[in-house]
């Protein structure tokens, strides 16, 4: 819930720690809340796209589809990283993945608060946008914080301009930031 006033949007959150979390939550209860988390910081797709894939998707290495929110077409490949934490899945089936013990897909406020059980950050407003986030930071930090990445994710996140990409990551606030810190 927000306050009146406040600011409320996503932080992203260290691509390391959140793969940590995803990894260690493998073979637990909340095995697929890891694989979600998983997933999020290595495909950088919204919520309900996500919500959307199927053990099939996974075992098939891509998934070409119409995004929710766009209805652009978009084609992802699942890298090393996703696949090997699928094997580790207990799926039954080729259905969804993204399922609660109850066998119904999670929605999302259901991810929503298990992310913030998950990563109790303090002055930091964690959902699944964070995750997103995560993935733009890793491709631009990956990319030597380069034009050519910050390019790669506004074409990714289908943003109308290179300054909307920069404000969506946080980067032009990081650098004001810096400003004052090196004084």
Do not use: C, W
């Not at 959140?18 to 290595?42: M, Q, R």
């Not at 990319?143 to 390019?151: Q, V, Y």
């Amino acid at each position: 819930m927000s306050i009146k006033n406040s600011i409320t949007t996503a932080n992203h959150i260290d691509y390391d720690k959140a793969l940590n979390k995803g990894l260690s939550l493998l073979g637990t209860k909340d095995e697929n809340i890891g694989f979600y988390i998983i997933v999020s910081i290595n495909v950088g797709l919204r919520i309900g796209d996500i919500l959307e894939l199927s053990a099939e998707d996974f075992k098939r290495g891509h998934k070409t589809f119409r995004e929710q929110k766009t209805n652009k077409a978009k084609t992802v490949v699942f890298n090393e990283t996703i696949l090997k934490a699928f094997s580790k899945l207990s799926i039954k089936s080729n259905g969804n993945v993204f399922t609660s013990q109850k066998g119904q897909v999670y929605s999302r406020q259901q991810i929503n608060r298990k992310l913030k059980q998950h990563f109790p950050l303090k002055n930091k407003n964690i959902s699944s946008h964070s995750l997103r986030k995560t993935f733009g930071r890793r491709v631009y930090e990956k990319n030597n914080e380069s034009e050519k990445a910050l390019l790669l994710l506004n074409e990714i996140y289908n943003h109308s301009s290179i300054a909307q990409t920069r404000a969506y990551l946080d980067i032009t606030q990081d650098e004001i930031e810096n400003v004052y810190l090196t004084l």
